[in-house]
């Protein structure tokens, strides 16, 4: 699988971005594709995830101001974010997991990363 991510950029507390990552190739396993961001000296977390049944899950810290969905037709996941903040401000990391239970598990397919930075 190979991903790319893009639609990163500068903006101001309370605006929004729409992240996009584009998937090619499938592999046996793969049930679900997620969003992760990593912060200047912090772990990288789970911001979102999407079963390809189109089921979600979210970080409590975006619930409500960003969404995930995925487009099938044209392998194409998306993380609308809405109303950003500061701390919003990180590296954004698509991934190609999977799902057992309620859980996402990201695999070691991950895209390059996009950055996005939110201050005024």
């Known amino acids: 699988v190979q991903l790319q991510a893009s639609g990163g950029g500068l903006v101001q507390p309370g605006g929004s971005l729409r992240l996009s990552c584009a998937a090619s190739?499938?592999?046996?396993?793969?049930?679900?594709m997620g969003w992760y961001r990593q912060a200047p000296g912090k772990q990288r977390e789970l911001v979102a995830a999407?079963?390809?049944?189109?089921?979600?899950n979210y970080a409590d810290s975006v619930k409500g101001r960003f969404t995930i969905s995925r487009d099938n037709a044209k392998n194409t996941m998306y993380l609308q974010m809405n109303s950003l903040k500061p701390e919003d401000t990180a590296v954004y990391y698509c991934n190609a997991g999977s799902y057992s239970g309620s859980y996402y598990f990201p695999s070691d397919y991950w895209g390059q990363g996009t950055l996005v930075t939110v201050s005024s």
């Open positions: 999407i079963r390809n049944s189109g089921s979600t």
């Open positions: 190739g499938i592999i046996s396993g793969i049930n679900g």
